[in-house]
């Protein structure tokens, strides 16, 4: 796994669980949702005695649990990376760093918190790359 890769699954782990959280929406939406009466013929068949809902809860406790472990993942993983960027001595190559990986910025909001160009930018992160030592046991998601 290269430094960058290593750097970037902050922000993958982020996008995953603002997905799950968007599915926990979609389903609470499902449970707390009407249903309409079947006003069709009715067939004799063996019928789950649960409310319709109680599957639509039992997915979101499940999800909310992974969410939770992915969040607890992702809280290790930040603190983990910030003390790897930490090490890394050129204090603008530090910063871009900060604002990529632990904050998510963009290079556009990145270049203008940092009073330079994006070609700049792009320059102090090649850089700052090549001053970043990946941790004995890096954490890998």
Request: a negative charge.
């Amino acid at each position: 796994m290269t430094v960058k890769e290593y750097l970037s699954q902050a922000y993958m782990l982020d996008q995953r669980i603002n997905a799950h959280l968007e599915e926990v929406k979609r389903l609470r939406d499902m449970a707390t949702g009407l249903s309409s009466p079947t006003l069709g013929d009715k067939v004799q068949t063996p019928r789950d005695n649960n409310a319709p809902f109680v599957k639509s809860v039992e997915k979101i406790i499940l999800l909310e649990n992974k969410i939770n472990a992915e969040i607890d993942t992702l809280v290790a993983l930040k603190e983990q990376i910030h003390d790897v960027i930490s090490t890394v001595e050129d204090q603008n190559e530090s910063l871009i760093l900060q604002y990529r990986y632990i904050q998510g910025q963009s290079w556009e909001s990145i270049a203008a918190a940092m009073h330079a160009d994006i070609s700049s930018a792009y320059r102090w992160h090649t850089n700052a790359l090549r001053h970043v030592k990946m941790p004995e046991n890096p954490i890998l998601i």
